[in-house]
């Protein structure tokens, strides 16, 4: 940790756990469901292993973390302290919703957005059997451009090369518009009129597209008047 506050302050106390560069996050991630290594950098993909490790190691120090072996996986946990952080995150998570609107071109990430996606995902809407998602990106590097989302009644993962599959729907549009739709700054009625985002694949399937998912747990928000 730093330097440190000195102040007898309980939220400067707080502070000299939290406020170091990715601290919160990697507890936003664990309050989300990750629970190995993999599932934290995917969650945090501009976060370095090394730094993610430093980071798990401090929250394991002051209480937060517990870290446990099992099978030979290692599954890191929040402990009843980390726990209470749960609705310091989601407090947080709501005020950056209603107040900090505006989101800049480095905001936007596809890796984190797919992965935020694939684990808000309503399996029972799901058809039987497995559904895969393309989504292809027109405005991204070609690197980042396509992803497939690969679903079943059961489980949902992420790929970032063609796993070869049959697709049963393509998202093509912009990063900033399916990010859009899955902050709740605007519905996907809006999107798939508009043009922002298009959909291809059978009639049926494309209708039933945004059942499957539930958006971030944000999208509800109220946000503030303007104008």
């Known amino acids: 940790m730093g330097l440190g506050y000195h102040q007898f302050c309980p939220v400067a106390k707080a502070m000299e756990l939290l406020d170091e560069r990715w601290t919160l996050l990697v507890v936003r991630e664990l309050v989300c469901g990750s629970r190995h290594f993999n599932e934290l950098r995917r969650g945090l993909p501009r976060m370095s292993p090394t730094l993610l490790s430093r980071r798990l190691?401090?929250?394991?120090?002051?209480?937060?973390?517990d870290r446990r072996v099992e099978g030979g996986a290692v599954r890191y946990e929040l402990t009843p302290a980390g726990e209470e952080l749960r609705a310091v995150v989601e407090a947080l998570g709501a005020?950056?919703?209603r107040w900090i609107g505006h989101l800049g071109d480095p905001d936007l990430d596809p890796q984190l957005l797919l992965w935020d996606m694939h684990r808000n995902v309503h399996h029972d809407a799901l058809p039987p059997g497995?559904?895969?998602v393309h989504v292809h990106f027109s405005d991204t590097a070609p690197g980042v451009?396509?992803?497939?989302?690969?679903m079943d009644l059961h489980e949902a993962d992420v790929c970032d090369l063609d796993p070869g599959l049959p697709v049963s729907v393509t998202i093509t549009g912009t990063l900033r518009g399916l990010t859009q739709v899955w902050r709740g700054d605007r519905s996907w009625d809006d999107a798939l009129t508009c043009g922002v985002l298009r959909t291809q694949g059978?009639?049926?399937l494309r209708r039933a597209l945004p059942g499957?998912?539930?958006l971030s747990?944000?999208?509800?928000v109220p946000r503030p008047r303007t104008g």
């Open 57 to 65: 190691q401090q929250l394991r120090r002051a209480g937060v973390v």
């Open 95 to 97: 005020w950056g919703t």
């Open 130 to 132: 497995r559904t895969v």
């Open 145 to 150: 451009r396509d992803w497939w989302l690969l």
């Open 202 to 204: 059978p009639e049926a």
């Open 212 to 214: 499957w998912f539930a």
């Open 217 to 220: 747990a944000f999208a509800a």
